[in-house]
């Protein structure tokens, strides 16, 4: 078959088209799981959106391959790019999600982490900074991002691969650092998590505490286990190690699942957002709901939430009065 070729063009190979119909049906696939998961997503706190840049990038990367693949099918004709083609709006959402969201609960593990080991630290930099700090996490996203995003821009790379992954665009050394932030960053918050939740067992915390670092701690294992582990087959892939296709297909679902625990989540260790979300559904609409923390005495020895002195507790009760 005789294809005249237009310049910025090359002929595909017989092997990458025979690859397409499972591309076309894992990138279909991987639009509906992200629409799926991005509607039960929707939590108004920065991890929440964070995890929606993720699946918004996912979706959208869906969509750009989807009608390129079908271009190339038709045409027998692949794009030529450079790095810089590479940066559209897809890759930036995918990477800001990668950067932003394990630095977020690498925060959350951090916070939890000194409010029990090291209260009068939490005390004056963490609660009293929080918002700063949360913010610092979407500032060193930025400049992590923008730092490569300017060297492509400058000195961009030279017929990188014409789908246009993260590695395209801003390089092989970008996608390790990538790798090993979602590895390390969510593996590392969950230990800080647990080492919180252990020694909140032995000493005084209220339930509202003990709640959050309940909902840290399943957080920071859930995206251990759907988030860092695929990472790790995707570094060894980026280094040759051949990873069959049904360990790499299911990273999508489970970066997805990842987001969409969330709000269960949420629903299950948080009362007043299980109390609002009930309210809400049944179309209870009341002007105010208070949740009260009642600990009582007798059993084990605590410390006060802020590094005060001993005393005796035996369990918090948690009720909630709407009005």
């Not at 005249?4 to 591309?23: D, F, M, N, Q, W």
């Not at 009293?128 to 790379?157: C, G, N, Q, R």
């Not at 959050?212 to 040759?240: D, H, Q, W």
């Not at 002195?309 to 035996?314: C, P, W």
Request: net charge positive; charged share 15%; hydrophobic share 50%.
């Amino acid at each position: 078959m005789n294809i005249t070729i237009p310049p910025g063009y090359k002929e595909v190979s017989a092997k990458t088209l025979a690859g397409y119909p499972e591309a076309f049906e894992s990138y279909t696939f991987n639009l509906y799981i992200t629409m799926t998961c991005a509607a039960i997503t929707f939590i108004p706190i920065a991890l929440a959106i964070s995890n929606l840049t993720i699946l918004f990038g996912v979706f959208t990367e869906a969509l750009y391959r989807i009608s390129l693949y079908t271009t190339v099918a038709e045409t027998h004709l692949q794009p030529i790019m450079t790095s810089r083609d590479c940066l559209m709006l897809t890759v930036f959402l995918r990477v800001i999600g990668d950067i932003w969201t394990p630095l977020i609960e690498l925060l959350m593990g951090i916070e939890r982490f000194t409010a029990v080991y090291m209260p009068a630290f939490f005390r004056t930099v963490m609660s009293e900074h929080s918002k700063k700090l949360l913010a610092s996490t979407a500032v060193i996203s930025f400049i992590t991002i923008m730092v490569p995003t300017t060297m492509t821009l400058v000195s961009p790379d030279q017929d990188v691969a014409y789908s246009c992954g993260r590695k395209a665009a801003f390089s092989e050394a970008f996608g390790f650092l990538d790798y090993g932030l979602n590895i390390f960053g969510y593996l590392i918050a969950f230990i800080l998590n647990v080492l919180a939740f252990v020694r909140a067992s032995s000493v005084q915390q209220s339930a509202k505490n003990l709640a959050k670092m309940r909902s840290y701690t399943m957080i920071s294992l859930f995206s251990t286990i759907l988030i860092a582990i695929p990472n790790v087959s995707s570094t060894l892939e980026a280094l040759g190690v051949p990873i069959p296709t049904e360990v790499r297909r299911p990273t999508v679902v489970m970066a997805g699942l990842n987001s969409a625990v969330l709000f269960f989540i949420y629903l299950t260790f948080n009362v007043p957002y299980r109390m609002r979300f009930l309210q809400f559904v049944t179309f209870a609409l009341p002007k105010k709901m208070r949740v009260t923390y009642v600990t009582s005495s007798a059993g084990k020895t605590v410390v006060g939430g802020g590094g005060g002195s001993a005393r005796k507790f035996e369990h918090s009760t948690r009720i909630a009065t709407v009005s």
